[in-house]
Structures are given as C-alpha cells and as structure tokens.
C-alpha cells in the first residue's frame, strides 16, 4: 500500500486513476479547485487549491504525506516547476502525464515540422520534435476555445523537468488518442452522430481512410498510470500506452457501426472530391501516422489493458447519447446538404 497524490483529476482520465487506486488498497488525495467535484470514493482526501500557485499548499501536502505524486494536467514547463517545487522534499517520485505529441512525427502531421513520413510505430527512444509550443500559432479544432496556456504548451518540457530532478524520481507516460465516458473530444462523435441521424452514407477523403493512430479507452490509460505510480521499477523511465494494433479510420468506422447496427455505406474518395468540410488540410496531413510501440510498459510492468476494444467502444457511444455537446453540428462537422451533393457526383468511387 502507499499514499498518492494526484494534481488534477477530476475531468477525464484523473477519476479512472483515482477509482483503481483506491480499489488498490492505495491511500488518495486529490489537489484540485473543486470546481469538478466528481464521485470519487468517499476515502478520497480532497485538498482545495489553484495549481497557479500550487506552492501554497505545501504544509497540506506535507500532512497527507505522499509517496508518489501523479500530475495528471501539467500542460506547460511552468506547471511541471510548480508541482515539482510543491513536492520536492515530501515525495519520493512523480508520475506525470505526456502525450504522444512529443514525437517528432506528431510535428509532420500538424505541419510545423515539414518532411517525409517517418515510418512507425515510435517507441519511446524515436525522435522528439524539433519545434517546440506546437500550439503557439494555431489552436486544433478539438480544443475548443483557446486557453491562455496554449501558446506556452509542451509536454516535451514537462517530461524534461519530472525527469531532469536529482532529488525527486520522474516517470513519464505517454498518452496516445483516449476515448470513452468524460471525454469531451468526443474522438468518434463524427461517426456516431451521422450514424444516429441514420444517413445513407459516410464521406471519407482516401488519406483520412487510411490513417493510423494509436487509441486506448480511458480506464486502460488509467490503469498505465497506476500500474507507473506502484511500480518501483517505473523510476526514471518513459513509456508508450495504446492498443497493440492502431486500426486505421475505417476500421474504427466499421466497429461503431456495428455497435450501432448501421447499414450505411463508408464512401471513401480522394480529397478533391469531398465537400469542403470534409477535405484533407493538407495533401501530406495522412500520410503521416501516429502509432505507438506499447511493448515497453508490458514487459517491464506487466501492463495489459483492463477493457477491451468493443467493450471501451460501446462505453464511449453510449456517454455520447447521454452527454451531447453544446453545438452538436459544429462538434461532428456537419453539413448534410453539402455531403449529399458529393454523394451525387462520387457514387461511383470506392464503397467499403
């Protein structure tokens, strides 16, 4: 048994984390501004605070008494200083969370780092980006409205200060594309949502088809950070979390719709023939895929995923049917009208 503290955690992943810990026999705390109060286990501590001066809260962490930190939202160098600052002579080690993006090939397919694809999967020693604050100039659509500290965002620089201590262990995980129930990215809302609205078919430029990124459910990128966090053998070390096999779009296409029992046609064609909507940014942006080697994690903590594929799947569809966005349209890139016309004139391309 030990003591964790977990910075954050009360949105998406963080609850998951918080749940297997204290099913563990783990003692818990959580540091967060109790705007969130998500149902947690009634032994969870809470302790009330704003990360932006996390410092503060030292005297509290002190008395809790942690073994491990867990930094679920670190998003900049400033936010990993501040935890580590905050916790530095109280716990032994923190776990922090990292992304995928860090790999250099995350640069090719957002086109800030311009090359020929590199050939995956990454494994955790494959070239980091070049560029840093991937953000600074241009905000994802998944975002959302751009927070003040996008501009300033990189993992890259969050795993080099967890790391880079001499008096404090660092682990770091890397996220790959998470779904499931909280998640409000919603990573399959624009299949489910044309799905429910029972169109005939489904639009896909051929490069988008095509296209491979690593993914786990929420509870499996839970149990990676826990399996981290009570592992001893974690210190100091990086590791990849995903599926062992990134389907492509259109299998995970043809996963929902089955969950869905959708009879619909998947229309794939090349860009130029899809409506404006739905067309490649760029005519490189596919060709570059984000695939994980997961290997790691697996033979050095005995890290399996604890829901499979078609159970996570079914989970994060039926949190879309209970939690719908704000604007639904905007946030499954709709326009049916503009998507019948291209129906008409690509009839003939490839149907899957």
């Known amino acids: 048994m030990s003591r964790a503290l977990v910075i954050g955690g009360t949105v998406f992943v963080g609850p ?36 932006a001066s996390i410092g503060d809260n030292r005297d509290a962490f002190r008395s809790f008494k942690p073994q491990v930190v867990v930094d679920m939202r670190s998003m900049t160098e400033r936010d990993a200083r501040a935890v580590v600052g905050a916790v530095r002579g109280i716990a032994d080690r923190i776990v922090a969370v990292s992304s995928m993006d860090v790999y250099r090939a995350y640069g090719r397919l957002q086109g800030t780092e311009p090359g020929p694809p590199l050939k995956p999967p ?19 659509p998944s975002i959302g409205p751009r ?26 995980v890397r996220f790959p594309m998470v779904h499931g129930e909280r998640d409000e990215q919603r990573r399959f809302y624009t299949l489910w949502k044309r799905m429910v609205d029972d169109r005939p078919a489904i639009l896909m430029s051929a490069k988008s088809a095509a296209f491979r990124a690593s993914r786990t459910h929420v509870d499996n990128a839970a149990h990676a950070i826990v399996v981290a966090a009570t592992d001893d053998r974690a210190r100091g070390r990086v590791y990849n979390v995903g599926e062992p096999e990134a389907l492509t779009w259109t299998q995970w296409a043809r996963l929902v719709a089955a969950q869905l029992r959708w009879n619909g046609e998947l229309v794939v064609a090349p860009s130029d023939q899809m409506p404006m ?22 033979h050095e903590l005995g890290y399996q995923e604890l829901v499979g594929r078609d159970e996570g799947l079914a989970r994060a ?25 291209a129906l008409v004139t690509i009839r003939g391309s490839a149907v899957l």
């Open 16 to 51: 998951s984390v918080v749940r297997e810990l204290t099913a563990g026999g783990h003692v818990v705390a959580i540091f967060h501004r109790g705007e969130h109060e998500t149902d947690l286990p009634a032994g969870v501590r809470h302790i009330h605070g704003d990360r």
């Open 122 to 140: 990454f494994d955790e020693d494959s070239p980091l980006r070049e560029k840093l604050y991937p953000y600074r100039d241009h905000t994802p």
């Open 147 to 172: 927070p003040d500290w996008l501009g300033e965002y990189d993992k890259i620089l969050v795993e080099r200060t967890v790391l880079g201590q001499t008096d404090i262990a660092g682990t770091v």
């Open 277 to 298: 909507h739905l067309r490649d940014s760029r005519p490189d942006t596919w060709d570059h895929h984000l695939v994980a080697e997961t290997s790691r994690i697996r």
């Open 317 to 341: 569809l039926a949190w879309y049917a209970e939690s719908p966005p704000a604007d639904p349209a905007a946030a499954a890139s709709l326009d049916y009208r503009a998507e019948d016309e």
